[in-house]
């Protein structure tokens, strides 16, 4: 995914959201400068190429689908899901969370050398200073959804979960598989909500553009608003 072919559908979440920009430019500097070396690219060595990979939620839903996480030969896991798996002994290896929750575990994983993708945009610089340094930067990756620079990358998405599958494709995933994931979780917020729609796109989006159907979409396929994608 080049900056090129996501900057047409960040700038419509921009619109949407009413997001400011220049402050995801912001946090992506400050991210930048608070890393100790240029990291981006430096996790080449995590290689899903040929893997069925899980892109494993933070919805009530994991707890049912834990065994789509242990069958997978690799677990990407959306911020919080990465204390459910590791409560169910299910290795996690990448961490996906722009540390709105469980800033100890992104901590705990990268000091016993679990990659975290670390994400930084508009409104989360105070915890990107705050946690950002106690972190073993050898396993920090750390993302942009504005354009890529310095140390910071872009592989595309939006949340944690779709950011997750996009990163896995960039890695070489053969297969993504999706536990805990919930598109109408009835206890989320109405701008949580917003954010799933715009997940459920970006997924849409990622199927189409690696060949592959995604079995978190089935029946929902012709309900989904592809207008805003370059399909």
Not at 18 to 33: T, V
Not at 44 to 62: E, K, N, S, Y
Not at 115 to 142: K, M, Q, T
């Amino acid at each position: 995914m080049t900056f090129d072919t996501w900057e047409p559908v960040y700038e419509r979440i921009l619109a949407d959201f009413g997001f400011d920009r220049s402050a995801d430019e912001r946090a992506r500097d400050r991210l930048d400068a608070l890393c100790e070396r240029d990291v981006a690219g430096e996790l080449a060595g995590l290689d899903f190429t040929g893997q069925r990979v899980a892109i494993a939620g933070a919805a009530a839903q994991l707890s049912s689908d834990l065994d789509v996480a242990r069958g997978a030969d690799a677990v990407v896991a959306a911020s919080t899901a990465a204390d459910r798996l590791r409560e169910a002994e299910i290795e996690v290896d990448l961490q996906v969370t722009d540390l709105d929750g469980n800033q100890d575990t992104t901590r705990e994983l990268t000091a016993a050398g679990v990659p975290a993708a670390v994400h930084a945009h508009g409104d989360n610089i105070s915890a990107l200073e705050e946690y950002v340094p106690r972190l073993d930067h050898a396993w920090l990756l750390p993302t942009t959804q504005a354009a890529p620079a310095g140390a910071v990358a872009n592989y595309g998405g939006f949340t944690d979960g779709d950011r997750a599958a996009f990163l896995a494709d960039a890695l070489g995933a053969e297969r993504l598989v999706f536990p805990g994931w919930a598109f109408d979780d009835p206890d989320v917020s109405e701008g949580k909500r917003r954010k799933l729609r715009w997940a459920e796109r970006l997924l849409f989006w990622l199927e189409r553009r690696r060949g592959e159907r995604f079995e978190v979409l089935d029946d929902r396929r012709e309900g989904i608003d592809t207008s805003v994608l370059p399909l």
